[in-house]
């Protein structure tokens, strides 16, 4: 009883494209859930397989839109992200975006989506969150946040906020370190707490904490692992009853205080319900039920608080299994402007801000000068731009400058230079302004937040995207 338990609240990713044996076999044993991400290719056909093993297990993915996609990681996201969304303000298009992208799960047979983003961007040096965020303030964050729920949970999947109590006001990347918010209390209450509370009134299904640590809080050690934090606040003063799943716990803002099953442990004392694992062999699966079942029978963690953990699994699974869901795309009048054509397409168009009126009437020379996107997002996932304008001029031609790289000299074609939060990295900000010395007509194309204007050209994007390239590359060609 105690080892399907312990099970139960797991939520492991894994390698390869197809579940493997062990997988399948652990689901046969209870496994609650489990999380896919671009490197398992994310289809129905993988998710059958793994209903196949147990019907009612969670299966999960992080599909924000924008820069952090995994069933279009090969190809780009259908949706331009959420900074995009707060940039056009229209909540009707907000929650239809959520929507669509709960539609597109659906399909898949998804339970659960690890997102929205609720985090306020308050700090411009923001690594991690950025053009994850609605945006700067908490009333932007908490209108959209709410109206992306609603259109996404309607559409019969459930959705997740992240990251409690607030990722916004940080300088370090938590996949790498674990990040100190310095705020104070009254800051984190009517900034960062308050678009949770706008979730949970909105009824989302799910929240995810963050290994953020929060003196204002508690000084003594990461949310993750705070009771004052996940039960103190979220729950009992908040009010919050669904789900709440941890980030991955192999991130080394948690990973490099404790090991893997101490971390669940102390866990799910603290108040978690699900212990996402983002990448486990079968060892360190039933390390991880092993390390729970023991710390109940030394009485380190109660046994109904493990029950009741596993029961607010159960019961989101009962809710997607009641839920109705879409067969096919929603269609109906739209909601706004754009007749015709998808929510994240026009969304992508609506929030293109341009300073200048350059086109292109030759294919460019594409010039990408950006540092590797944060740890959230997949390795390769394309900025789509020299694709999208090699579709309208064929001959366009790319070229990538990295860090510490010599800038190359250039000739005589059009350029368009391609640069992500530009403000954040000094070596990009001066590449940049050496570049454009040396072509004034060259186009600048910002897909991160925005900086200062330079170039002929100036297009911010506001986000990273198959259908934000698509709609750059429309401007810039017609």
Same mark, same amino acid.
């Given at each position: ?313 159960? !019961? &989101?699974?009962?809710?997607? @299994?009641?839920? *109705? ?6 269609? %109906?009048? /739209?909601?706004? =402007? ?92 001066? !590449? &940049?302004?050496?570049?454009? @010395?040396?072509? *004034? ?6 897909? %991160?937040? /925005?900086?200062? =204007? ?25």
């Amino acid at each position: 009883m105690l080892s399907r338990l312990a099970l139960t609240v797991l939520q492991p990713g894994f390698d390869g494209t197809t579940a493997p044996d062990w997988l399948r076999h652990a689901l046969d044993q209870g496994l609650g859930g489990v999380v896919l991400f671009a490197r398992n290719l994310p289809r129905r056909e993988l998710v059958d397989q793994i209903r196949a093993a147990n019907p009612d297990t969670i299966v999960a993915v992080d599909e924000e839109g924008g820069v952090v996609t995994r069933l279009e990681a090969r190809e780009g996201s259908s949706f331009p992200g959420n900074r995009a969304l707060g940039v056009v303000d229209d909540l009707a298009l907000t929650e239809r975006v959520g929507r669509e992208i709960a539609t597109m799960l659906a399909a898949c047979d998804i339970t659960l989506n690890y997102a929205p983003s609720v985090d306020v961007n308050a700090n411009p040096a923001n690594p991690v969150i950025g053009v994850r965020s609605f945006g700067p303030t908490a009333s932007l964050v908490s209108r959209h946040g709410a109206a992306w729920i609603r259109g996404h949970q309607g559409a019969g999947v459930a959705a997740c906020a992240k990251h409690f109590p607030g990722h916004g006001d940080t300088v370090t990347d938590s996949h790498l370190a674990l990040p100190t918010v310095h705020a104070s209390l009254d800051t984190l209450l009517e900034r960062d707490i308050a678009p949770f509370e706008a979730a949970i009134a909105a009824d989302v299904k799910a929240i995810m904490c963050g290994h953020l640590l929060i003196p204002a809080l508690d000084p003594s050690g990461p949310a993750t692992l705070s009771r004052t934090t996940l039960t103190g606040l979220l729950r009992d003063q908040l009010g919050f009853d669904g789900l709440l799943v941890t980030d991955a716990i192999e991130m080394r803002a948690v990973a490099a205080l404790h090991s893997p099953g101490d971390i669940a442990v102390r866990a799910l004392a603290a108040g978690a319900d699900a212990i996402c694992a983002g990448l486990v062999t079968e060892d360190e699966l039933y390390a991880l039920r092993d390390a729970i079942v023991a710390a109940v029978r030394s009485g380190e963690l109660p046994e109904e608080r493990l029950a009741e953990a596993a029961a607010r699994v159960e !019961a &989101l699974a009962s809710w997607w @299994t009641k839920h *109705p869901r879409p067969a096919a795309p929603l269609g %109906g009048p /739209p909601v706004t =402007p754009g007749e015709g054509e998808p929510a994240g397409t026009y969304a992508a168009r609506a929030a293109l801000e341009i300073t200048g009126s350059t086109r292109l009437a030759a294919p460019p020379l594409v010039v990408e000068i950006s540092p590797r996107h944060n740890q959230a997002v997949e390795p390769g996932t394309p900025t789509g731009l020299t694709v999208a304008l090699a579709a309208r001029l064929p001959g366009t031609d790319h070229l990538r400058v990295p860090l510490g790289a010599p800038l190359p000299t250039l000739d005589d074609r059009p350029v368009v230079l391609l640069v992500h939060d530009t403000a954040r990295h000094e070596w990009v900000r001066q !590449a &940049l302004s050496d570049l454009v @010395t040396q072509r *004034p007509d060259a186009i600048v194309v910002e897909t %991160g937040i /925005p900086d200062h =204007p330079i170039g002929a050209t100036y297009i911010a994007t506001h986000g990273l995207s198959r259908v934000g390239a698509e709609a750059v590359a429309d401007w810039l060609t017609t």
